[in-house]
């Protein structure tokens, strides 16, 4: 009895379900930021772009043997569930996990073997910083993790699946802890202390995926063997009840769209990392500002936006099993509006976040890597490819969840595309033009993901009649609290003095900016019936009386 009790308490609706994820993927992507200023302060800037270069990869590797798993395992249990086929998501799971094993190992096997090559084609004739050895020894210490994260992601497939997103949401908070205290101990140890060379450090500061991914995966495990019976597990299954061929090809179709998705965003940044490389070196660019300027967008102004791209993850993790029920119903009345919800939390949230840091960009910079105006111009424009993606992620995931996976394969493929052929001529336009070559980046990915976006939702509109209406109404009575908070940023920021080489002056800075600036658009967006039109009166009011201790109430 206890035990149901506590699987009933973590079962969630869409919007708590939404709010549990986001809320666990905040957590880990605020120690995800958190941490690099102890970290870029230990291994310094050649440091940091060995580690940028590893990471990259690794995530290219690791979306190609596990991304799609989570939530095509999550699909399938779905489904089974809501027809109350026991017996089929359970042998689901097993097959999950079979097949998980057998792709992890030679996805390991690969990124170890090829390491030489994958380093030459990220460096190619760059000289004067990190070398095609360091790279590969980097690369070969991360690929480890690709024997563990991939097996845990089935598990946090199968709970996700029956709506119980605690478990898999504490998961990732515990895996990331372990992971950082790994990064910033290892690295530490291994240069002050053992006086180790800058690639052993970031070797073993790159393995912290496998020790963090070992952690979790040890706590999912304890949990699932602890509510077997309400999770079904104890099921007998009956050999000739489910063909394992049939399963095995439904979770790969469901799987395969999922890891392009995931792959598609990895070789966002893959791609950008070898033409930007490739052109500012073409445009007689020192290797020092070659690499600065290459991992900067690439990997540490993502470590910021970060907050901004949660949204959409979080989000994801609820959206696509209930999603997944409606469609199995046919109920599109329900798909449309989960997806319309789903697009106006990331207006209504990540653009004023968005928007915020991008005019905070030199303090928040300065906050996270020490003061350095290319760095915080980098953050500034990057900041906002973030909330293009998140719509990206949101729409091809409505597009799969409704099993439109052609349309998926070609917007996804056509945005990347875009992204890859526009790169290069329009660094070298812009650098033409005197303006800030890497800009051309930005704006080829900001292409790309729009692309992709729009050509989504006219393809569900076209073929399920969905419609927007309520979503660009939303984005009209936007402007007004957007604007107001625009002004009040701007003004503080020449009211509020700051001395960006001292950290804690910005953090002064941007928490005062940031809370009143914040205040104003919440506090507009609240009267105008923006928020309660978003998430709802009696949500809102639960929040408020959480935050407020239950001293305020409406």
């Known amino acids: 009895m206890r035990k149901n009790k506590w699987l009933q308490m973590k079962k969630s609706s869409f919007v708590e379900g939404t709010v549990i994820a986001t809320l666990a993927i905040v957590i880990t992507k605020i120690l995800g930021m958190l941490y690099v200023i102890p970290f870029y302060a230990i291994i310094g800037v050649q440091g940091a772009s060995l580690y940028a270069y590893a990471y990259n990869i690794y995530v290219i590797f690791l979306d190609i043997s596990s991304a799609g798993l989570p939530t095509a395992i999550s699909k399938v249990i779905n489904e089974f569930n809501t027809l109350g086929d026991m017996e089929g998501k359970v042998r689901a799971y097993r097959l999950g996990k079979e097949l998980v094993t057998f792709l992890s190992v030679i996805v390991f096997i690969l990124l170890f073997v090829f390491a030489p090559q994958i380093s030459t084609l990220i460096l190619g004739d760059l000289q004067g910083g990190n070398t095609i050895f360091d790279v590969t020894i980097a690369i070969r210490c991360v690929s480890f993790a690709l024997l563990v994260i991939p097996y845990l992601s089935v598990s ?47 070797g073993i500061a790159v393995f912290g995926a496998c020790a963090g991914g070992i952690g979790a995966a040890m706590y999912v495990g304890v949990k699932i063997q602890k509510n077997r019976k309400e999770l079904n597990l104890d099921c007998t299954v009956q050999k000739d009840t489910h063909s394992s061929k049939k399963i095995l090809k439904r979770i790969l179709i469901y799987a395969i769209p999922f890891i392009v998705i995931s792959v598609a965003s990895s070789l966002y940044h893959f791609v950008d990392m070898v033409f930007l490389s490739r052109t500012l070196n073409f445009l007689h660019f ?57 697009l106006e939390i990331i207006f209504v949230v990540c653009l004023p976040m968005a928007i915020g840091l991008s005019l905070l960009a030199n303090a928040v910079w300065s906050i996270f890597f020490g003061y350095n105006e290319l760095g915080a111009s980098i953050l500034a424009v990057f900041i906002f490819p973030t909330v293009f993606y998140n719509l990206y992620t949101i729409t091809s995931m409505t597009l799969q969840s409704v099993n439109q996976f052609k349309a998926f394969y070609f917007t996804t493929i056509l945005g990347l595309f875009l992204n890859a052929v526009l790169d290069i001529p329009f660094m070298i336009l812009l650098h033409h033009f005197g303006i800030p070559a890497w800009i051309g980046a930005g704006i080829a990915t900001v292409i790309g993901y729009a692309t992709s976006t729009i050509l989504s939702l006219w393809i569900l509109k076209r073929d399920h009649h969905l419609g927007y209406g309520h979503v660009f109404s939303l984005l009209g009575k936007m402007i007004v609290p957007i604007l107001s908070m625009i ?11 700051v001395n960006y080489t001292v950290r804690l002056s910005c953090v002064f800075y941007v928490g005062v900016i940031s809370l009143l600036g914040g205040f104003v658009y919440l506090f507009l967006s609240y009267k105008m019936g923006i928020l309660e039109d978003v998430f709802g009166k009696e949500y809102i009011q639960k929040i408020v009386k959480k935050l407020t201790f239950g001293k305020i109430s409406f």
Not at 320 to 333: C, D, G, M, Q, R
Request: proline share 3%.
């Open 156 to 202: 946090r497939g199968y709970l996700q699946g029956h709506n119980i997103i605690n478990v898999s949401s504490i998961s990732q908070v515990i895996e990331q802890i372990i992971r950082i205290l790994f990064i910033l101990l290892g690295s530490y140890l291994a240069l002050h202390i053992f006086h180790l060379p800058l690639t052993t450090a970031v």
């Open 286 to 342: 020192d290797a020092y500002q070659v690499e600065f300027i290459t991992t900067s967008i690439t990997t540490w102004s993502n470590k910021i936006s970060m907050i901004v791209t949660s949204i959409a993850m979080g989000m994801s993790v609820s959206l696509i099993p209930n999603i997944v029920e409606a469609f199995t119903l046919k109920k599109w009345n329900i798909v449309n509006f989960k997806l319309n919800k789903a």
């Open 487 to 497: 002004c009040v940023v701007l003004v503080l920021r020449i009211l509020i003095p």
